[in-house]
């Protein structure tokens, strides 16, 4: 009896062995299939610290698909808008006495600030326009003398903005030079660009305006073109037009006749009806 149970045992003792052992090989068996299957996941691949990314490649647009951008319009200021309404006097070069006869007319000069014009070099050009032997002093009735300010002159060449030129005259008008009184009024604008008809350089037009504003100082009136071809007297209106005239700029073109043309006025379109200022 005691030797069959040993033996009964022993067989327990072997079945569990073996149970034991399949279960070892079944696990076994599933490690291996987890560890095979973990090997074909996918996971990121780390970077070198100093491998670069690539960037996106992005084509570069054709010659022909750039818009080009626009140039910025260049902004012109009005030719007086620097203007302040105050004024500089010139010192002048020269103040001596010239003309060989005929009653002394004292002036002197005076700038808008503002306008960047030179007052020596504004001065200076008025002093040899009027100094010129083709100008006033030609015929004999006239001499002038520059003074500075405050030196109790005849009358005052003012070189305004437009603006102020309206005001100095009393007037709408703000193309145009003109005269009022003792006040020769020479248009900023005028002074800078002339006008587009005149036959001369920029020059020969701002001595006429010279001549002609002092003119209307000196007592004389407007005149017209008298024929076709001819010498454009300088108290015409050249600002407006020539009429057939060839732009003149002296009162005195050889120093000696002077150079007229029937009393009248040409009349700028602009010109109110009501102004009846010198021009």
């Known amino acids: 009896m ?16 073996f149970v034991f052992l399949a279960i070892l090989v079944v696990m076994a068996g599933a490690g291996l299939y987890f560890a095979v299957g973990a090997t074909d996941t996918e996971k990121p691949q ?17 010659p022909s698909d750039v818009v080009p951008s626009p140039e ?7 030719l007086y808008f620097s203007g302040t309404g105050t004024w500089t006097y010139a010192d002048p070069a020269d103040t001596g006495v010239f003309g060989a006869s005929g009653e002394l007319l004292k002036y002197d000069i005076a700038v808008e600030n503002g306008l960047e014009i030179d007052v020596a070099g504004f001065s200076e050009f008025v002093h040899e326009t009027l100094e010129d032997p083709r100008s006033w002093t030609a015929g004999g009735a006239w001499r002038f003398q520059q003074v500075g300010e405050g030196g109790s002159a ?30 020769v009024v020479i248009n900023s604008a005028r002074w800078l660009t002339g006008v587009e ?3 001369g350089t920029l020059d020969t037009y701002r001595q006429y305006a010279v001549n002609h504003e002092v003119g209307h100082r000196l007592g004389h009136g407007h005149e017209v073109c008298p024929a076709d071809g001819e010498l454009s007297p300088v108290m015409a209106q050249q600002t407006y037009q020539l009429a057939g005239c060839v732009g003149n700029s002296w009162p005195f073109p050889d120093g000696e006749t002077y150079v007229s043309g029937p009393v009248g006025d040409y009349n700028g379109p602009d010109l ?3 102004d009846f200022v010198d021009r």
């Open 154 to 183: 005849d009358f005052t060449v003012y070189l305004a903005s437009p603006e102020q030129r309206s005001y100095l005259c009393g007037s709408q008008n703000t193309t145009v030079s003109c005269r009022n009184g003792d006040s």
């Open 272 to 274: 109110p009806p009501d």
């Open 46 to 62: 780390a970077l070198d610290d100093d491998q670069p990314v690539a960037p996106e490649t992005v084509a570069a647009p054709s």
């Open 197 to 199: 008809h005149w036959d």
């Open 2 to 17: 005691t030797e069959g149970r040993l033996e009964r045992n022993r067989r327990l003792r072997r079945r569990r062995r």
């Open 72 to 78: 910025p319009e260049e902004v012109v200021p009005p």
